[in-house]
C-alpha cells in the first residue's frame, strides 16, 4: 500500500524557478545537467540514487524553510538528505535539499541541553557536549546526521540507560508542507511533537532541535572479536551476559565479513563480534563484564576506559559503506520504559534484530549454516516493535506499522492527512494517507 500521491514526480521549474530557488534559499540550486549536481545529491548508501529535478544547499536554517516554501508555492515534493546515511527511498522530480551546510551545535550547559541544527552530525554534537562533561543520546556512528537520526527512533550506543534518541528530544523547529515555520513541543503541537519523533520525515523538514545532555563523561567499552566458526558457542555466552546486564550496560552482537584489504589477523575473515558500552568507570563496568571472560582471549580486544567524546570508537563503524552483517542489539533498560516526553517508537522485545544482507563469503560453509540456524532460530521470536532507521528500502506497511504498534499507526496516518495531505513530503519511510490505494 502506497500513499495515492506518491507516484507523481513533479519535474518543476528548472530555468527562472532555479534562480529564484537559489535566491530565497541563500545557496546553489543545481538541474542534473549543472556541474556539482551529482556531488550534492551523493549519499552514504551507495543503493540509493537521487535525481532531482532541482538539488539545493541552504545556506542557513531560514534557507530551509525558504526551500521547502519555494516547494510548496510551485507544487512539488520535498527530499531532504545531510549526510546520505539513512536515505529509505530516492527523491525522483523535486526538490532535493542537502542541509549539509546548516551546521551550528549550542550547547547551553547549566540546562543540559544543545540546540542542534538539521546537517550537524553525531561527532558535531558530541564535541560540543563534551567540554561541558555532557553526551547526546548518539548513535554508533558519529557521521550519521543528528536530526535525521532522531526522527527515525534512534538506538544509541547507550540505549539502555538514555532510552532512545527521539526521549531526549525537547522540542523541534520544523517546516510543514505548506511552508509554515513551527516550533513543536509538550506544550505548543503536542500531538505533531508525538509523530515527529520517530514518524521519519513525514509531517515536516526540521530545521533545528532542541535535546537533552547527559552527564555521561566516560564510558567503558568497545569491542571483543572471535572467529565466526565459535558463534554458537559465543552466542550462548552473550545471551546469559546481556540477560543479566544493569541498566547502565548496553550490549550486541554481530556477524561480520570483514574486507580483504582490513589489517589482519582479520583480513578476509568471518568474525563474530561481541560489544559493550557501559555509563561509568572501567571499576564500575568490569564486574558486569566478567560474564563473557571465558571466552577466553578475542582475537582483537578494544575493551577500555575512554571519554564519551570517543563514544564512536565503542561500534567503530566504518567511515566507508562495506559488506553487511548480521547483528543483535540490546533493548530494555530506558528503552523499555515509557518516557518522560511520550514519542511514536513502540516500546516490545529484547534485541534489535538487523540483517544487512549476505555475510558469509565463498567457502565459508561453516559460518553459512550459522547463518541460517541463526536466522531458523529467530524467525519465531520475532515481534513488532524496533525503531525505523534499520527498516532500509522497500518497506511493506506491516513491517513500518510494526514500529508503531496499531493505535500508533493510525494515529500517524491521521497526522499525515492533516499535516502532508498531499504528500509532498514521500521520499522517506512513507505513511499512507487515508485515501491510500493497495
Known amino acids: 500500500m502506497t500513499a495515492a500521491a506518491a507516484g507523481?514526480?513533479?519535474?518543476?521549474?528548472?530555468?527562472?524557478?532555479?534562480?529564484?530557488?537559489?535566491?530565497?534559499?541563500?545557496?546553489?540550486?543545481?538541474?542534473?545537467?549543472?556541474?556539482?549536481?551529482?556531488?550534492?545529491?551523493?549519499?552514504?548508501?551507495?543503493?540509493?540514487?537521487?535525481?532531482?529535478?532541482?538539488?539545493?544547499?541552504?545556506?542557513?536554517?531560514?534557507?530551509i524553510a525558504a526551500a521547502v516554501a519555494f516547494a510548496a508555492r510551485h507544487d512539488l515534493?520535498?527530499?531532504?538528505?545531510?549526510?546520505?546515511?539513512?536515505?529509505?527511498?530516492?527523491?525522483?522530480?523535486?526538490?532535493?535539499?542537502?542541509?549539509?551546510?546548516?551546521?551550528t551545535v549550542t550547547v547551553d550547559g547549566a540546562r543540559s541541553m544543545a540546540r542542534v541544527e538539521a546537517g550537524a552530525t553525531w561527532a558535531q554534537v558530541i564535541a560540543a557536549a563534551a567540554p561541558h562533561g555532557l553526551a547526546p543520546a548518539s548513535g554508533s556512528s558519529p557521521l550519521v546526521s543528528a536530526t535525521g537520526y532522531t526522527s527515525g527512533g534512534g538506538h544509541p550506543v547507550l540505549a539502555r540507560s538514555l532510552g532512545f534518541a527521539v526521549d531526549s528530544?525537547?522540542?523541534?523547529?520544523?517546516?510543514?508542507?505548506?511552508?509554515?515555520?513551527?516550533?513543536?513541543?509538550?506544550?505548543?503541537?503536542?500531538?505533531?511533537?508525538?509523530?515527529?519523533?520517530?514518524?521519519?520525515?513525514?509531517?515536516?523538514?526540521?530545521?533545528?532541535?532542541?535535546?537533552?545532555?547527559?552527564?555521561?563523561?566516560?564510558?567503558?567499552?568497545?569491542?571483543a572479536m572471535f572467529p565466526g566458526e565459535r558463534f554458537a558457542e559465543v552466542l550462548g555466552r552473550f545471551a546469559a551476559w546481556a540477560a543479566g546486564a544493569p541498566d547502565e550496560l548496553t550490549t550486541s552482537l554481530a556477524l561480520l565479513h570483514i574486507p580483504p584489504a582490513a589489517p589482519s589477523p582479520l583480513a578476509g575473515r568471518v568474525v563474530v563480534v561481541v560489544r559493550g558500552a557501559y555509563a561509568g568507570t572501567a571499576d564500575e563496568a568490569r564486574p558486569h563484564f566478567a560474564p563473557i571472560a571465558p571466552l577466553?582471549?578475542?582475537?582483537?580486544?578494544?575493551?577500555?576506559?575512554?571519554?564519551?567524546?570517543?563514544?564512536?570508537?565503542?561500534?567503530?563503524?566504518?567511515?566507508?559503506?562495506?559488506?553487511?552483517?548480521?547483528?543483535?542489539r540490546q533493548l530494555g533498560g530506558a528503552t523499555g520504559r515509557k518516557p518522560e516526553r511520550d514519542s511514536a517508537i513502540l516500546r516490545t522485545g529484547d534485541f534489535l534484530f538487523l540483517q544487512l544482507g549476505a555475510v558469509a563469503g565463498p567457502g565459508?560453509?561453516?559460518?553459512?549454516?550459522?547463518?541460517h540456524d541463526l536466522l531458523d532460530d529467530l524467525a519465531p521470536r520475532l515481534v513488532d516493535g524496533g525503531v525505523p532507521n534499520?527498516?532500509?528500502?522497500?518497506?511493506?506497511?506491516?513491517?513500518?506499522?510494526?514500529?508503531?504498534?496499531?493505535?500508533?499507526?493510525?494515529?500517524?496516518?491521521?497526522?499525515?492527512?492533516?499535516?502532508?495531505?498531499?504528500?509532498?513530503?514521500?521520499?522517506?519511510?512513507?505513511?499512507?494517507?487515508?485515501?491510500?490505494?493497495?
Open 77 to 103: 515534493p520535498v527530499g531532504v538528505q545531510a549526510t546520505g546515511h539513512g536515505a529509505p527511498a530516492p527523491c525522483r522530480g523535486g526538490v532535493l535539499v542537502n542541509t549539509s551546510g546548516v551546521t
Open 390 to 438: 534499520f527498516l532500509g528500502q522497500d518497506v511493506t506497511v506491516e513491517r513500518l506499522g510494526g514500529c508503531y504498534g496499531p493505535a500508533g499507526y493510525d494515529r500517524l496516518v491521521a497526522l499525515k492527512d492533516r499535516w502532508d495531505p498531499g504528500n509532498r513530503f514521500r521520499f522517506n519511510l512513507n505513511i499512507p494517507l487515508p485515501t491510500a490505494t493497495t
Open 169 to 223: 528530544v525537547r522540542s523541534f523547529d520544523l517546516v510543514t508542507a505548506a511552508g509554515a515555520q513551527l516550533t513543536v513541543d509538550p506544550a505548543r503541537e503536542p500531538d505533531l511533537f508525538w509523530g515527529v519523533r520517530g514518524g521519519t520525515g513525514n509531517f515536516g523538514v526540521i530545521t533545528s532541535m532542541e535535546i537533552d545532555l547527559h552527564p555521561v563523561p566516560v564510558i567503558f567499552g568497545g569491542a
Open 8 to 63: 507523481t514526480s513533479n519535474t518543476g521549474p528548472t530555468g527562472s524557478g532555479r534562480d529564484e530557488l537559489a535566491r530565497v534559499a541563500g545557496g546553489p540550486a543545481l538541474v542534473p545537467a549543472d556541474d556539482g549536481y551529482a556531488q550534492a545529491c551523493a549519499t552514504w548508501n551507495l543503493t540509493i540514487e537521487q535525481r532531482p529535478a532541482l538539488v539545493v544547499t541552504p545556506a542557513d536554517s531560514a534557507g
Open 364 to 371: 565459508d560453509r561453516t559460518v553459512e549454516h550459522v547463518e
Open 296 to 328: 577466553g582471549p578475542p582475537l582483537v580486544d578494544t575493551m577500555a576506559e575512554r571519554p564519551c567524546a570517543r563514544i564512536g570508537e565503542v561500534f567503530a563503524d566504518p567511515v566507508n559503506p562495506v559488506a553487511s552483517s548480521l547483528e543483535l
